[in-house]
């Protein structure tokens, strides 16, 4: 079974800074996708960013963007130039892809809270 | 293009009931995945369905189960409800297979409280 583990339960940053949130996996699999949620205050998880094994590039979304440590099995997600908007609970999650994927779902790190400090 | 529902918001039960939780999935997507977020925990996978079966489930009794209905929508029941079953519970859905790069697209919810 794959396990998602978020070290940091709380991260704290100025606004306008950078911040880093960590992420480690555990897979023997190959073929996988990994995922960072955000989940404000309102509970809708919203992605953030996605990223699949095979790809070697790291997955970009405007501020945010991932480190992706495929061999350490390491995801951190970098969010720059911080706004109060980020402020939320952010989870690390990994989606096997065997078979066409999906009939495990979602497994999910406990997340970290970020706070932004204005 | 609408996204994924749930009703109701929120719901009160007694130890020993049943329930039933309901989720449109969004406009396109024909697979949904149901998780159950304990207070300060990371959601935890609990079934999903595609083409109206379950095709994956995780590590609940069965006196959880499901359904999918024709237009992709979909039902959790929770019978014999114990303390342990408040929380809140999501509805995520997706295309089917490997389609859509296996993100998954949420609803924003429904917190069950048991008495």
């Known amino acids: 079974a794959q396990t998602v583990t978020q070290s940091q339960p709380e991260m704290s940053v100025q606004e306008a800074e950078t911040v880093t949130l960590s992420c480690t996996y555990d897979t023997s699999e190959s073929d996988y996708y990994l995922f960072w949620y955000k989940q404000p205050p309102s509970r809708q998880m919203i992605l953030v960013i996605r990223?699949?094994?095979?790809?070697?590039q790291n997955a970009t979304e405007n501020r945010f963007s991932v480190n992706f440590q495929k061999a350490a099995k390491s995801f951190s997600l970098k969010i720059s130039d911080s706004q109060l908007g980020d402020a939320a609970m952010y989870f690390c999650?990994?989606?096997?892809?065997?078979?066409?994927?999906?009939?495990?779902?979602?497994?999910f790190g406990k997340g970290t809270h970020l706070i932004i400090q204005p | 293009e609408t996204g994924v529902t749930q009703s109701p918001t929120h719901l009160i039960k007694t130890r020993g009931q049943q329930v039933t939780l309901r989720c449109s999935s969004q406009?396109?997507?024909?697979?949904v995945s149901w998780y159950q977020q304990a207070l300060g925990q990371g959601p935890q996978f609990i079934f999903q369905y595609y083409r109206e079966e379950e095709n994956g489930r995780g590590n609940f009794p069965p006196r959880f189960s499901g359904l999918q209905f024709p237009n992709y929508s979909s039902e959790l029941n929770v019978n014999a409800l114990e303390l342990d079953d408040s929380a809140l519970y999501l509805c995520?859905?997706?295309?089917?297979?490997?389609?859509?790069?296996?993100?998954?697209?949420f609803g924003p919810g429904t917190r069950l409280t048991v008495l």
């Open positions: 990223q699949e094994a095979y790809k070697q």
């Open positions: 995520a859905s997706s295309p089917a297979g490997a389609g859509g790069l296996g993100e998954q697209f």
């Open positions: 999650a990994y989606r096997s892809n065997l078979s066409g994927g999906g009939a495990d779902g979602l497994t």
């Open positions: 406009s396109g997507h024909n697979t």
